[in-house]
């Protein structure tokens, strides 16, 4: 099956720095996804982004599909940007079976 | 538009008794898909329905089962539970076609005593 890579696996930033997550897949994927999980364990949508550039505010993600890789980029981070952000795919056809990356845990100190 | 609800939010139970969790999914959507997720393990795919059938089915052992009503609400229910079965389990919702963008509930934490 596919595999979900993300890294760094732990990243702590000053509040307004910028980073930078990535994303690596072992196959194709449709339906990548990122999400940031709140301190209550809810997934909350960030980008649907099977391929190209999205950006919402202080957040954008790049994904390059014929590379198997997506970035997650978070400018002039905030300490409520803290917590685990995932990445998550699905091979063709079978959008309701996401794969999930073991995720990148963001700590901004004020 | 309201979200994808789940009950009961918290459990405890002990090993050995069975528990039925339930998700109800954004109106208008057709697809559930459930997760488990551990810190050992990260988040799994439990299994996904659509339509009243099992479309997509994770490694999880038998005890764990799911069904899906006509009006799309799904339920999942773990038998003989056991202490590793305590996890955040998480539904999702998704319209129909497969590419599209699916939606979490807030989960259900279950304490496996």
């Known amino acids: 099956g596919i595999q979900v890579e993300q890294s760094p696996p732990d990243l702590i930033l000053q509040e307004g720095a910028n980073s930078t997550l990535r994303c690596n897949f072992s196959?194709?994927?449709?339906?990548l996804q990122w999400f940031h999980q709140n301190p209550w364990g809810q997934l909350i949508n960030l980008f649907y982004?099977?391929?190209g550039t999205k950006q919402n505010g202080r957040l954008s993600a790049t994904t390059v599909a014929t590379e198997r890789y997506s970035l997650l980029y978070i400018s002039s981070s905030q300490t409520t940007d803290s917590g685990v952000y995932f990445c998550?795919?699905?091979?063709?056809?079978?959008?309701?079976?996401?794969?999930f990356g073991q995720g990148t845990e963001l700590s901004v100190k004020p | 538009k309201a979200g994808v609800t789940q009950t009961p939010r918290y459990l405890i139970k002990t090993r050995g008794q069975q528990v039925t969790l339930s998700c109800s999914p954004i109106?208008?959507?057709?697809?559930v898909s459930w997760y488990q997720q551990t810190p050992g393990q990260g988040l799994q795919f439990l299994f996904e329905?659509?339509?009243?059938?099992?479309?997509n089915k994770g490694n999880f052992p038998g005890r764990f089962s799911g069904r899906q009503f006509s009006n799309s609400r799904s339920e999942m229910n773990v038998s003989t539970l056991e202490l590793g079965d305590s996890a955040l389990y998480l539904c999702?919702?998704?319209?129909?076609?497969?590419?599209?963008?699916?939606?979490f509930g807030p989960g259900t934490r279950l304490l496996v005593l």
């Open positions: 999702a919702s998704l319209r129909d076609r497969s590419e599209e963008t699916q939606y």
């Open positions: 998550a795919g699905a091979i063709y056809n079978q959008g309701g079976k996401l794969i």
């Open positions: 109106s208008g959507h057709r697809s």
């Open positions: 982004i099977p391929s």
């Open positions: 196959d194709s994927v449709n339906n």
């Open positions: 329905y659509f339509s009243e059938t099992q479309r």
